[in-house]
Nanobody, 115 residues
C-alpha cells in the first residue's frame, strides 16, 4: 500500500510559476517510478511527467521546456516545477505511483491559471 499526498496547487496568472509536491508513505522502499497526471474539466486524465528512481524523465509534449519533474533526496517525494503557465494548464494535478501492477493516486491538487 502506498499513500500519496499532494500540495502546492493554487491560482496563478498566465506566465507565472507553481511548484507541486507529492509525498509518498507506506511501502515506499519498492517505489521506482513516480509521476504527475492532470485532468481538466471534461477531459481525460493525461500524463504530464514521470521520473524513475534512476532519474530518467518523460514529459508530455505540451509541457516540455516549461515543466520540470524531480525527486527528493529521500526518493519518496516528487516535485513538479511549472513555469510559463498557460490557461490550458488549468486542471487537477494528481501524483501517481505504479507499483506491483497497481496504480496509486493522490487526491489531487487544483491548479488554476488565469489569462
Amino acid at each position: 500500500q502506498v499513500q500519496l499526498v499532494e500540495s502546492g496547487g493554487g491560482l496563478v496568472q498566465a506566465g507565472g510559476s507553481l511548484r507541486l509536491s507529492c509525498a509518498a508513505s507506506g511501502t515506499i522502499f519498492s517505489i521506482n517510478a513516480m509521476g504527475w497526471y492532470r485532468q481538466a474539466p471534461g477531459k481525460q486524465r493525461e500524463l504530464v511527467a514521470a521520473i524513475t528512481s534512476g532519474g530518467s524523465t518523460n514529459y508530455a509534449d505540451s509541457v516540455k521546456g516549461r515543466f520540470t519533474i524531480s525527486r527528493g533526496n529521500a526518493k519518496n517525494t516528487v516535485y513538479l516545477q511549472m513555469n510559463s503557465l498557460k490557461p490550458e494548464d488549468t486542471a487537477v494535478y494528481y501524483c501517481n505511483v505504479p507499483l506491483f501492477g497497481m496504480n496509486y493516486w493522490g487526491k489531487g491538487t487544483l491548479v488554476t491559471v488565469s489569462s
